[in-house]
């Protein structure tokens, strides 16, 4: 009975998004994709709902009832920002794209402030706050569609970006940056031949080695010596901020795709240059997580002994899973259950510590769940942290199988 009851519903649904498509070509037009909206929000579709308003403002600029179409995103947004993570991210992602002066109203200042009060800011996005209301706009932008996983969103936005009267190379970077790191690279081939187009000779110039690096990067997703071979030819001196998180993104990949050898070698120059970096637990993190796949616990006590115990066990530290895995492989497996048992619940827990909370029980593979509103980098962390905790626990067929499900997570 159930069933038949959701057969009728689909019908009624179809039978729905049919009438509306019978706007198109009439003045009423946009309220096509005002009505199929309506069906994909009952329907629970949130992609689907925001890509009929995105089709409705592309195809209706001009036409004047538009505003009713702005007028419900708008409140779309307000609304799934209470309800619906993935929705919201959407929503936002059309307003401040599509509708800047909605964009600077108070109300969505604020919404967008909380926002990104609350969200994490990987370390790789190098600049993310600015006083100027339009490169805080683009930064969201930017922000949006890395969370999204829409390539097109920050190619658009770095279209935009390049309309300024001054180059923010900064902020170009970091786009490219998440372009690669989301596994577009051929749109960020072309982004950076676009950026070279509109760049006056002074500026190539002036800009020289972040394009190199950018070049290093795009290149480096696919030939791991190329970026190795770079490494290696920097003189003897700390890393810039740019430079590394271009090695963070070598040895990152060297790990995922087991290239041990080349994960050997980066650790060997990391373990000289980055001693004063910024980011040195975001490295330390990721070197350790090689050493762990070594099984070699000398060197990983070597690196962690520049820390106390209490800000290793601190969730809020970069290496507090990491911590967890070398206690696994030394100690037992057990400690690590009861270690993550002391976890504070939290809906959306930082990218570092996601992996304790999958094992903690305190995010489930459910639809209703964590991973139904989780983003694609988020997984990608997850599994890459739950491959390394297994083969601390010398469960390999387990780490083999997490460690396959990080090759789904990029948008190629």
Not at 188 to 197: C, F
Not at 303 to 329: A, R
Request: net charge negative; aromatic share 12%; with cysteine.
């Amino acid at each position: 009975k159930n069933q038949e009851s959701q057969e009728k519903r689909e019908g009624f649904f179809d039978l729905a998004l049919e009438e509306f498509g019978k706007l198109r070509g009439t003045p009423g037009a946009p309220l096509e994709y005002l009505g199929k909206s309506f069906v994909y929000k009952e329907l629970g579709e949130y992609e689907e709902e925001a890509k009929c308003f995105e089709l409705a403002l592309r195809r209706y600029r001009r036409n004047p009832i538009l505003s009713i179409v702005e007028e419900q995103i708008v409140f779309r947004m307000h609304e799934s920002s209470r309800q619906h993570r993935i929705g919201a991210y959407h929503f936002i992602g059309l307003v401040t794209r599509f509708l800047k002066e909605w964009a600077e109203r108070p109300s969505t200042v604020k919404l967008f402030m909380s926002l990104q009060k609350n969200w994490e800011i990987p370390f790789f996005i190098l600049h993310p706050k600015e006083e100027d209301a339009e490169l805080k706009r683009l930064s969201l932008c930017f922000g949006v569609g890395f969370w999204l996983a829409k390539p097109h969103i920050i190619a658009e936005s770095i279209e935009d970006l390049l309309g300024r009267p001054i180059v923010a190379i900064g902020h170009l970077a970091d786009a490219i940056f998440l372009l690669a790191e989301l596994g577009a690279i051929s749109t960020g081939i072309q982004m950076v031949e676009r950026i070279r187009s509109i760049l006056s000779d002074n500026e190539k110039e002036r800009y020289k080695e972040t394009l190199h690096l950018l070049d290093i990067l795009l290149r480096t997703y696919d030939d791991l010596e190329e970026g190795l071979f770079w490494l290696q030819s920097l003189p003897k001196r700390p890393l810039t901020k740019e430079e590394e998180r271009l090695a963070w993104f070598l040895l990152r990949h060297a790990i995922d795709y087991q290239n041990y050898p080349i994960a050997s070698q980066v650790v060997k120059i990391l373990l000289t240059k980055h001693e004063k970096e910024s980011d040195q637990e975001i490295l330390d993190a990721c070197i350790v997580e090689y050493l762990l796949y070594q099984n070699d616990s000398e060197q990983i006590e070597k690196v962690l002994k520049k820390y106390t115990v209490e800000e290793l066990s601190q969730e809020s530290s970069p290496l507090y899973f990491v911590y967890t895995c070398y206690l696994v492989l030394t100690v037992g497996v057990q400690y690590a259950f009861a270690h993550f048992a002391k976890l504070l619940d939290i809906s959306f827990p930082r990218s570092w510590v996601l992996g304790a909370h999958f094992l903690a029980g305190k995010i489930q593979m459910t639809p209703a769940g964590w991973f139904n509103r989780s983003f694609m980098w988020e997984r990608r962390v997850l599994y890459q942290q739950l491959a390394l905790f297994w083969h601390s626990a010398r469960d390999e067929e387990k780490s083999h199988y997490w460690r396959e499900l990080i090759k789904q997570e990029y948008v190629n």
